[in-house]
């Protein structure tokens, strides 16, 4: 179960510049935080960034945010896929 109000875009948790969240930030969170060693992991959780999801044209729950994957410049949200009914 993910947290939808981490999405919150403010000077002291967000990089505009880079469109990045900030690792301090995304630590408070408690949610998990991937990184390149880690991103089988990621994969077998069943997490999305927005742009893999896309890539792969997977429908996303893009409001509750599940873990953190690091980038070069920051951490971006990671999403899982919406349930089908």
């Not at 002291?12 to 990184?35: E, F, H, I, Q, W």
Request: aromatic content about 14%; hydrophobic content about 25%.
């Amino acid at each position: 179960m993910g947290h939808n109000n981490l999405l919150e875009q403010r000077a002291d948790n967000y990089s505009k510049y880079y469109k990045t969240y900030k690792a301090a930030y995304c630590r408070t969170t408690g949610l998990p935080l991937y990184n390149h060693d880690t991103a089988e992991q990621m994969v077998a959780d069943g997490l999305y960034s927005k742009t893999r999801a896309a890539k792969e044209k997977v429908d996303i729950d893009d409001t509750d945010v599940c873990g953190w994957y690091r980038t070069y410049n920051g951490y971006v949200p990671l999403f899982r896929k919406k349930e089908s009914n």
